[in-house]
C-alpha cells in the first residue's frame, strides 16, 4: 500500500523561477508517485492512508549532488588553506583513515544518520579509495531509506604515498566493487564512478573508468575548474586538452552517461559549450567555494542558460550537510558576485535557488524533486519556531524563513519515493 | 563574593592575529575582574569558588556592536531586496508595531531570551522610536545580566507617515527618555544616542542629538556607507559634506563621545582618514552586507590599520543573533572580497575574525573582551557535539570548529562582570 493523501501546507517550485504554494492542500500519492496536489479531496481518493499535517510546511525534499562522506567527520575545521594545500595538509590523512572498519562504520554512521535526519532524500557522496569502506557505505544509506549514487574514489597518482592505488589496482578494485554492487542489488544505492579529479588519474585508468562507465551505463561524478592553480595544474598535465573540461572528454569521461561535475567555478571562460550537454550536471557547492577562497561560480547565469544544474553541500570543503544552508549560501554567493565583480548575470533569487535544491538537483535522479504528476513521492515536512511573525506570513515566506533560521534541524517526517521513513 | 577558579580549556586572543589556549586553565577571578590565566593553581586562590568546567571550552565571550532588536522578530524573511526598498517595504511597518505593548514586550522578551541563551555577553543595539518601548528593553535586558547600549531611534524626515516623530518631538522625547535612564538607574543597560542614518534626521534634530551626546557624555551610534544608493542620497542631502562621515562630523556627530558606525563598507575610498578616530568604531556587519547585497567592508584593512573594529550581527539584515556566525561570515566575506574584487588586503583569519568579535568589539564596553589582568570577568562555557575528530583536536581549532558547527547553540554557562548568570 503506496497510496497516501498528505495534507498540509504544500510549497514546490512552479518554474525556475517561481514558487508555488497551497493552503491546506492535498498531495495524492498513488503507488509510490505524485498524482497532485488539490485544494478538495477527490471522493475517489478518501480510502487512501491520511498523513494529517495541517498547518505544517511540506516541501519535496532536496538533492545534494555532491558531497564528501568521509569528510564529514572533520567539516568546521582547517578553513584558512586554499584546495591544494588543504586536500594534502588535512583531506588525504583524514581519508586514510577510512581503511579502519572501527573508524569507518563509525564515521558512515555518523553521515547516514546526519543525511536521514535532514531535508535531503538523496544524495550523490565520493567516498574513499577504499572498496569494503565504500559498501559499508552504501548498505548503511540503503538501510536509511534516501536515494543515494556513492562512489568509490579512483586515485593512481599525484597523491601521498599513504593514499594512493597503482593503476592496476585502481582498475581491479573497482572492478570487484562494481560487482559487489550487483550482487549487493541495493534498490536506493547506486554506484557512481568516481575519479578524483584529473591530477589525480592516469590517463589510462580515466580511459578505463570511461569505459565502465559506458559498458555499465552508470553515471560519472568528479571535479571541475574549482580553483586557478588547479586548472593551471590540468592545463599543465594535459596540454593538448583545450580546457579542463576537454580533458575529461578527451578521456571518455564527459557526458557518455550522466555526469555531475562539481563547482564549474571558472568554467564560463573556456569550456561553457561543452558543459551545454544533457548528460552533464554542474554541482554547484557555494560554501565550499567560499571557505577554500575558490571563487563564485555564475550560478544565476548557468540557470538561465538551460545548463542542468544542483546544489552540493561539498563537506567538508562545505562545513554543512543541509540544503537549506547550500539554498542561502547560494543566494548569498551571488548577491555577492553581482556586487563585487560581474553585474550582468543578475542575482539568484530564493525561488531560484529552491528550484535548484530540488527539481534542478532531483532530475539527476529521475522524475524528482516537484509535486507534479508522476514524479517520486518524496516530501519532508517542517516544524517551524514558533514566532511573532509567522502567522502574517504566506506559506513562500514562511519556507524563506525555515531555510534562514533552521537550516539544521531535524525534519520532522520524511517520506522517499513513496516509503514514509518516520 | 566575586571571587572565583575557574577550570578548563581556555581560548582567547594573545595578538589581533593570534589564538592562545591552555588545556586544563585555570582562570582566575577578584572582585569580578580577571587576575589572570595559570596552568597551576596557586595557594592563594584555593580558597576561592571552584567552577570547574573540565574539558569544556571556554571563551570571553563577544561583543556586539551592532543589531536592531524590534527586528529580531523577521529575521530571515524578505531578503531579495536592497537597503532602501528593504527599509521601506518592511522594516519601518515592522518598526511602527512597537508602539502597542502587547507587541513590544513579546518582540523585546524574545529578543532578550535569545541574547541571554547566546555567547553575546554585550550587546549594542537600536530600539525603534518609541521612548516607552525602548525603556521596556532596557529593563529586560538589564534582568537578563548581558550588558548593553540601547538607542531611542530618531527619525524626523524620509519616513513613512506611520513612523516618523516631528522635530521638536524627536528632541523631547529623547531628552525624557535620558532622563528615565538617569531615574531608573541600571547597572548593565546604558543609553546611546540614536540617529537611525543621515537621511532620517534634519540637520536641526542631527545637532541637538550631538550636543545631548557631548554633554551628557553619552555615546553614539548610527549607519555609514552601507549601500552606493544610500551614499548618493546623502550626497545629495549633505552638499557641503566631502563625505557621509563629514556630514556626521558637520553634525557633531562624529567622535565626540564613543561611536559606533555601521557597516563602513564603501567608507575605504572617501573617509578613511576620519575613521582614524580612537573613539570612532567600525561594527562591521558581514550577513547583512551580503543579504541586502551592499558588498564587503574591507575588515582586514581596517584591522590592519589600526581602526577600531567590532562585529555586528545586524539583525534582520542580518539572519542570525549569533556572533560565532559573524565570526565565519567575516573570514567567508574577506575571502570572497580577496578572490573577487581586490588581492591587496589578503585575508580575514580566523583568529583575527575572533579577535575583533571579542576585544575588538569588547573594548567599546571597556576592558573587556579577553583574560588579561584587569579585564572584566566575562566568560562563556560551550559543550562540543562528540564527534570522531575532537579529541585529536588542538584547543584553537576546537573553537573554530564550534564557531562553523554550532553557531546557535546555547552556551552552557555564562558569566558577565563577575556575576555568574547560569
Same mark, same amino acid.
Given at each position: 500500500?503506496?497510496?497516501?493523501? &498528505?495534507k498540509?501546507?504544500?510549497?514546490w517550485s512552479?518554474s525556475?523561477?517561481?514558487?508555488?504554494?497551497?493552503?491546506?492542500g492535498?498531495?495524492?500519492?498513488?503507488?509510490?508517485?505524485?498524482?497532485? &496536489?488539490?485544494?478538495k479531496?477527490?471522493?475517489?481518493?478518501?480510502?487512501?492512508?491520511l498523513?494529517?499535517?495541517?498547518?505544517?510546511?511540506?516541501?519535496?525534499?532536496?538533492?545534494?549532488?555532491?558531497?564528501?562522506?568521509?569528510?564529514?567527520?572533520?567539516?568546521?575545521?582547517?578553513?584558512?588553506?586554499q584546495?591544494?594545500?588543504?586536500?594534502?595538509?588535512?583531506?588525504?590523512?583524514?581519508?586514510?583513515?577510512?581503511?579502519?572498519?572501527?573508524?569507518?562504520?563509525k564515521?558512515?554512521?555518523?553521515?547516514?544518520?546526519?543525511?536521514?535526519?535532514?531535508?535531503?532524500?538523496?544524495?550523490?557522496?565520493?567516498?574513499?579509495?577504499?572498496?569494503?569502506?565504500?559498501?559499508?557505505?552504501m548498505?548503511?544509506?540503503?538501510?536509511s531509506?534516501?536515494?543515494?549514487y556513492?562512489?568509490?574514489?579512483n586515485?593512481?597518482?599525484?597523491?601521498?604515498?599513504?593514499?594512493?592505488?597503482?593503476t592496476e589496482e585502481?582498475?581491479?578494485e573497482?572492478?570487484?566493487?562494481?560487482?559487489d554492487?550487483?550482487?549487493l542489488d541495493?534498490?536506493l544505492?547506486?554506484?557512481?564512478?568516481?575519479?578524483r579529479?584529473?591530477?589525480?588519474?592516469?590517463?589510462?585508468?580515466?580511459?578505463?573508468?570511461?569505459r565502465?562507465?559506458?559498458?555499465? !551505463?552508470?553515471?560519472v561524478?568528479?571535479?571541475?575548474?574549482?580553483?586557478?592553480?588547479?586548472?593551471?595544474? &590540468?592545463?599543465?598535465?594535459?596540454?593538448e586538452?583545450?580546457s579542463?573540461?576537454d580533458?575529461?572528454?578527451?578521456?571518455g569521461?564527459? #557526458?557518455?552517461?550522466?555526469?555531475?561535475?562539481?563547482?564549474?567555478?571558472?568554467?564560463?571562460?573556456?569550456?561553457?559549450?561543452?558543459?551545454?550537454?544533457?548528460?552533464?550536471?554542474v554541482?554547484?557547492c557555494?560554501?565550499?567555494?567560499?571557505?577554500?577562497?575558490s571563487?563564485i561560480?555564475p550560478?544565476?547565469?548557468?540557470?538561465?542558460? !538551460?545548463?542542468?544544474?544542483?546544489?552540493?553541500?561539498?563537506?567538508?570543503?562545505?562545513s554543512?550537510?543541509s540544503l537549506?544552508?547550500?539554498?542561502t549560501?547560494?543566494?548569498?554567493?551571488?548577491?555577492?558576485r553581482?556586487r563585487?565583480f560581474d553585474?550582468d548575470? #543578475?542575482?539568484l533569487?530564493?525561488?531560484?535557488?529552491?528550484?535548484?535544491?530540488?527539481? #534542478?538537483g !532531483?532530475?539527476?535522479? #529521475?522524475?524528482?524533486?516537484?509535486?507534479?504528476k508522476?514524479f517520486?513521492a518524496?516530501?519532508?515536512v517542517l516544524?517551524?519556531?514558533?514566532a511573532?511573525?509567522?502567522?502574517?506570513?504566506?506559506?513562500s515566506?514562511?519556507?524563506?524563513?525555515?531555510?534562514?533560521?533552521?537550516?539544521?534541524?531535524?525534519?520532522?517526517?520524511?517520506?522517499v519515493?513513496?516509503?514514509l521513513?518516520?
Amino acid at each position: 500500500m503506496n497510496d497516501f493523501v &498528505v495534507k498540509g501546507d504544500l510549497a514546490w517550485s512552479k518554474s525556475k523561477s517561481e514558487l508555488q504554494s497551497l493552503k491546506d492542500g492535498y498531495l495524492v500519492i498513488e503507488n509510490g508517485k505524485i498524482v497532485g &496536489v488539490f485544494d478538495k479531496l477527490d471522493e475517489k481518493y478518501r480510502s487512501f492512508e491520511l498523513l494529517d499535517y495541517s498547518g505544517k510546511l511540506i516541501i519535496p525534499g532536496f538533492y545534494d549532488l555532491h558531497t564528501h562522506a568521509p569528510q564529514n567527520h572533520f567539516k568546521g575545521l582547517f578553513m584558512d588553506y586554499q584546495l591544494l594545500d588543504w586536500l594534502n595538509n588535512y583531506t588525504f590523512p583524514e581519508e586514510s583513515h577510512f581503511k579502519s572498519e572501527e573508524f569507518y562504520s563509525k564515521a558512515y554512521d555518523d553521515f547516514t544518520s546526519e543525511i536521514a535526519k535532514s531535508a535531503t532524500v538523496g544524495v550523490v557522496a565520493f567516498a574513499t579509495i577504499h572498496r569494503e569502506a565504500t559498501l559499508y557505505l552504501m548498505k548503511a544509506l540503503e538501510k536509511s531509506g534516501v536515494l543515494s549514487y556513492v562512489g568509490k574514489v579512483n586515485m593512481d597518482r599525484n597523491s601521498p604515498d599513504y593514499y594512493i592505488e597503482t593503476t592496476e589496482e585502481s582498475i581491479k578494485e573497482t572492478e570487484r566493487w562494481l560487482e559487489d554492487c550487483k550482487k549487493l542489488d541495493l534498490k536506493l544505492s547506486k554506484p557512481i564512478i568516481t575519479p578524483r579529479f584529473i591530477p589525480s588519474v592516469t590517463d589510462h585508468l580515466a580511459r578505463e573508468l570511461g569505459r565502465f562507465a559506458k559498458e555499465g !551505463g552508470y553515471p560519472v561524478q568528479s571535479h571541475l575548474s574549482e580553483n586557478m592553480s588547479e586548472i593551471g595544474w &590540468v592545463q599543465e598535465l594535459c596540454p593538448e586538452s583545450s580546457s579542463y573540461a576537454d580533458a575529461y572528454k578527451n578521456r571518455g569521461l564527459w #557526458g557518455e552517461t550522466k555526469t555531475i561535475m562539481a563547482h564549474c567555478v571558472w568554467s564560463r571562460i573556456k569550456e561553457d559549450d561543452l558543459l551545454r550537454n544533457p548528460n552533464l550536471y554542474v554541482a554547484h557547492c557555494p560554501d565550499s567555494n567560499t571557505n577554500l577562497y575558490s571563487g563564485i561560480a555564475p550560478s544565476k547565469y548557468y540557470l538561465d542558460s !538551460g545548463i542542468n544544474i544542483g546544489l552540493g553541500s561539498d563537506v567538508a570543503g562545505g562545513s554543512s550537510l543541509s540544503l537549506f544552508r547550500a539554498i542561502t549560501d547560494a543566494v548569498k554567493a551571488s548577491k555577492l558576485r553581482y556586487r563585487m565583480f560581474d553585474q550582468d548575470d #543578475g542575482i539568484l533569487s530564493f525561488p531560484e535557488a529552491f528550484y535548484i535544491a530540488t527539481e #534542478g538537483g !532531483g532530475s539527476f535522479f #529521475g522524475n524528482a524533486g516537484s509535486f507534479k504528476k508522476g514524479f517520486d513521492a518524496s516530501f519532508v515536512v517542517l516544524e517551524e519556531e514558533n514566532a511573532l511573525i509567522v502567522p502574517r506570513l504566506t506559506i513562500s515566506e514562511r519556507v524563506e524563513r525555515y531555510a534562514y533560521m533552521s537550516p539544521e534541524k531535524s525534519v520532522r517526517h520524511k517520506m522517499v519515493k513513496g516509503k514514509l521513513l518516520y
